[in-house]
């Protein structure tokens, strides 16, 4: 392996975290002997093809610094490749961290771990979920949370957990059960309605939310959380148990464990990792060990 590792860093992520996160990272890194380059890019897709480029070229890892916005756009480069991921996440959700058990907001920690890793050849394989070309590491949102998510999109002129809360509320107000056509695996097509359907490789979003509390990542399957036609009054009561994931034992929620999921329902976005998929209809699939990461 080469000892010249590849920063992939998100300047504005929390608020300029990841600007002040990549030093420390990279001192952790460099302490440990690596050479580290940094990329970074005038945009998403600029970034992107840098690090597409870093993993061709036979960086020894690719140390994503940011939140899972930019862990999503380091799993693109590196899915179904051989070189690592590194995680030093410092964004506002962390989501994919906190599934792997890595350091949350501690940079220096992040960057001790990847290298400890990286020297002792500790790497694990995960699974990512994959809609066409687009890969997933935690968990695609589509129903009532992602409608939460678009409202808080066009929200542009408040910030913070205060924008989720009214974007919550308003969303309350205007809420409707939503008709799905679901098919698990090979299994028939179904039509049901429901307040949302999550799909999750990993067990949280948003911020710790553990939607599909008993997901893990390496068992070559997807917990899809369905949380069935409700009041807004039963939706009140059981939305606030999801950060508990207590949430799993109420009547209406089933989960199903599969490797491959169609959606299908009008008028709804899908959500992975935080970031805007596109709308309804999709396939999903589980690819068991489509990426390495540095983690315990």
């Avoid at 050479?35 to 840098?50: I, P, W």
């Avoid at 179904?190 to 990993?202: K, M, S």
């Avoid at 939706?235 to 109420?250: A, C, D, E, N, S």
Wanted: hydrophobic letters at 45%; one cysteine or more; a positive charge.
């Amino acid at each position: 392996m080469t000892s010249e590792i590849t920063l992939f860093v998100n300047p504005t992520a929390g608020s300029g975290r990841g600007a002040r996160a990549a030093q420390p990272a990279a001192s952790a890194l460099r302490d440990a002997g690596f050479s580290v380059r940094t990329v970074l890019g005038e945009d998403a897709d600029d970034a992107l093809r840098r690090a597409r480029e870093a993993v061709a070229g036979g960086t020894g890892a690719l140390v994503a610094v940011g939140g899972d916005g930019m862990m999503s756009l380091a799993l693109q480069a590196v899915a179904g490749t051989p070189t690592p991921l590194g995680v030093v996440a410092v964004g506002t959700g962390n989501d994919f961290a906190r599934a792997l058990g890595l350091p949350v907001r501690d940079p220096a920690a992040a960057g001790r771990l990847a290298a400890e890793a990286l020297r002792a050849g500790t790497v694990r394989s995960i699974d990512l979920g994959r809609v066409g070309k687009r890969w997933f590491g935690s968990v695609l949102a589509s129903g009532f949370d992602s409608r939460v998510n678009d409202r808080g999109n066009r929200m542009r002129r408040i910030g913070g957990r205060f924008k989720y809360d009214l974007a919550v509320l308003a969303e309350l107000a205007a809420f409707r059960p939503i008709p799905y056509r679901l098919r698990l695996d090979d299994g028939p097509v179904t039509e049901i309605e429901a307040t949302l359907i999550a799909v999750g490789n990993g067990s949280t979003y948003g911020g710790g939310m553990r939607i599909c509390a008993d997901a893990v990542m390496d068992d070559g399957l997807f917990d899809v959380t369905v949380v069935g036609d409700c009041s807004r009054t039963t939706l009140l009561k059981v939305f606030p148990k999801v950060y508990r994931g207590t949430h799993l034992g109420h009547p209406a929620v089933t989960v199903h464990r599969v490797s491959s999921i169609s959606l299908a329902a009008a008028g709804v976005t899908a959500y992975a990792d935080g970031e805007p998929l596109g709308p309804l209809p999709l396939d999903a699939t589980c690819v068991p060990g489509a990426a390495r990461v540095l983690a315990p």
